[in-house]
């Protein structure tokens, strides 16, 4: 049976997106079947990030209204074999479908797949509601900054009401240099504050916001944090990938002064 895990957060613009595609890039690198759904009808933008936007014929929508079969809307990722997207369709369309309609999609597709992601919108109303009622695990993502940190929390408190399997949180755009100056909380306080335990922490990083359809150049500090938090949701190991370690020590410290300006 696949695995179904919503990626929320509650504030919008703090990386669902980028999770999504990123995390279903590296579980597919680790050899996993996997399956990336934008249930983000009002402002889609999965296949964008994941650079398919061009090859979409059929589209959620279609599924759910019986305009075609599951298999003509996936679209198979250019660069992995076992990486898909069901893209979403558009939103007067999807106002009329239900969170039961998208869970009989989603479990036509069980069999195939090691991992079902669903890419959800910011907030709580109804298109979450829609996207949770299709999952049996949840990604909170957030950012180190208050106004995250609060909507995550009141996001965590309503996923708690849908009696999940395990609700994770990622902090993402995680600043190494902020956090060894004391000036931005570190990952794990943050765990203990939402009372939520830590799945991964991703670096702020030009390469993600830059990268293109292709994926995270390897190499890059992103490229190994999305490698560290795929083998913890696969192992279900707590690795998690430190930030602050190219800022310790004397080059740390000289690396921390550029970032500052000085
Ligand atoms: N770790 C990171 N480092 C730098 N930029 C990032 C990082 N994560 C995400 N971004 C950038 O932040 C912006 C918002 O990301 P994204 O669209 O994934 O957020 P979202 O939570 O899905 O937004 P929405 O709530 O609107 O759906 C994008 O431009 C993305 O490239
Ligand atoms: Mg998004």
């Known amino acids: 049976?696949?695995?179904?895990?919503?990626?929320?957060?509650?504030k919008g613009g703090v990386g669902k997106t980028t999770l999504t595609a990123n995390l279903g890039r590296a579980l597919a690198d680790l050899g996993c079947r996997v399956v990336v759904i934008d249930?983000?009808?009002?402002?889609?933008?999965?296949?964008?990030?994941?650079?398919?936007?061009?090859?979409i014929v059929y589209d959620l929508c279609d599924v759910v209204e019986g305009r075609c079969r599951i298999k003509q809307a996936l679209i198979q990722d250019e660069h992995k074999c076992n990486l898909f997207i069901l893209p979403s369709g558009n939103?007067?369309?999807?106002?009329?479908i239900s969170g039961q309609q998208i869970r009989l999609v989603i479990n036509g597709l069980d069999g195939v797949f090691d991992y079902i992601l669903i890419d959800c919108p910011a907030g709580i109303d109804v298109g979450f509601h829609r996207a949770v009622s299709c999952s049996d695990e949840a990604i909170v993502v957030a950012t180190p900054s208050v106004p995250s940190l609060r909507d995550a929390d009141k996001v965590i408190t309503v996923l708690k009401s849908y009696k999940l399997d395990k609700i994770k949180v990622v902090v993402n755009r995680a600043r190494g240099d902020l956090i060894m100056s004391d000036k931005m909380m570190y990952p794990k306080d943050i765990s203990e504050l939402l009372k939520t335990d830590l799945l991964g922490v991703l670096p702020e990083e030009d390469e993600v916001f830059l990268s293109s359809g292709y994926g995270l150049c390897k190499g890059s500090d992103s490229y190994k944090a999305y490698k560290v938090l795929a083998n913890n949701l696969v192992k279900n190991t707590e690795k998690i990938y430190d930030v602050t370690n190219k800022y310790s020590g004397f080059f740390g410290s000289i690396r921390r002064s550029i970032k500052r300006g000085i």
């Open 1 to 10: 049976m696949a695995r179904k895990i919503v990626i929320t957060s509650g």
């Open 39 to 55: 249930v983000d009808f009002g402002l889609n933008n999965l296949d964008v990030v994941l650079g398919v936007e061009n090859k």
């Open 91 to 96: 939103v007067s369309a999807s106002s009329m």
